[in-house]
């Protein structure tokens, strides 16, 4: 399971925005390889994290269970997020069904320009998403730690594992993801299933 989160938490980002996988084996993937990929969207991300107002630590706490107040704080966040990324989603879609049209009419094969242009579209939107994500923690008053346990916990509570950056760099960490929701959360949280899996993908980016 530690591998298979691993190796899916960036394709799954490719199927949402771009509606199949064919562009990430062809064109993201090799793009991301040439321009450093994953390593400089962490730097980015840490930059991007001294703008977040609340610094104070986080215990989560010791029984595991999420409360109403702290919830509703998370899905008011994942709102805002959602909104803010809605129409860069949207154009991201668009531009890889076409580009997936292109390759093929090549023959499968993508020039460097391709590549280099859809890795630079994800990274744009990536940046975006911490921004709106950034901006989401601030207006609810979430410190990092608080807002990274309540989504870990959130999609646990609905049987989905959250991959994320530090993951890959200490695969030993993903142990974590195995830990036991509470009852209680899990029916707090199951009703809003459809909508929290709207923005699963970017949980998969850590945001």
């Known amino acids: 399971m530690k591998n298979f989160a691993i190796g899916c938490f960036a394709v799954l980002v490719v199927l949402a925005v771009a509606g199949g996988g064919i562009a990430w084996f062809k064109v993201i993937k090799p793009g991301m390889e040439f321009a450093g990929g994953v ?3 962490g730097k980015q991300y840490s930059e991007l994290n001294e703008s977040i ?8 706490p010791a029984d595991g269970e999420l409360g109403e107040d702290t919830f509703q704080r998370f899905l008011a966040a994942q709102r805002q997020m959602r909104t803010e990324l809605e129409g860069r989603l949207e154009e991201l879609q668009s531009k890889y069904e076409a580009l997936e049209k292109e390759i093929d009419e090549r023959g499968g094969q993508a020039g460097i320009g391709d590549m280099i242009g859809a890795y630079s579209d994800l990274t744009d939107l990536l940046i975006d998403a911490k921004r ?22 959130v999609y646990r509570a609905i049987g989905e594992s959250v991959a994320v950056a530090a993951i890959a760099a200490n695969p030993n960490a993903s142990g974590e993801f195995q830990a036991t929701v509470p009852e209680a959360t899990r029916e707090m949280v199951e009703p809003h299933r459809e909508e929290l899996m709207k923005a699963h993908v970017l949980a998969w980016w850590g945001l």
């Open 53 to 60: 107002e609340n610094r104070a630590g986080y215990t989560p």
């Open 39 to 41: 390593a400089e969207l």
């Open 132 to 153: 709106a994500q950034v901006e989401a923690i601030n207006d609810q008053d979430f410190s990092l730690q608080e807002y990274n346990w309540v989504r870990d916990q």
